[in-house]
């Protein structure tokens, strides 16, 4: 038996939409795999400041490695004295 392909339901919207509006308009989409929206309304700040696309992205990572959306993300090592 065939497994069904699950398309997540943002992205069927977009998909959706788009078909909807078709390739006359232009409107700018934020599109995220991951359940972190403060990611993504952060990258949606940048796209609606005028920011380009890989600016919008590097923002919304930025956000969720600052936040550290997933409990992953840069921790400051402070070294200590005797690790010398």
Known sequence: MKKQLQVPHLLLFSMVLASEIGSTLEYPVVISTWPFLEAVRAAWRAVDSGFSAVDAVVEGCSACEKLRC??????????????N
């Open 70 to 83: 997933d409990g992953t993300g840069v921790y400051e090592v402070i070294p200590s004295k005797s690790s």
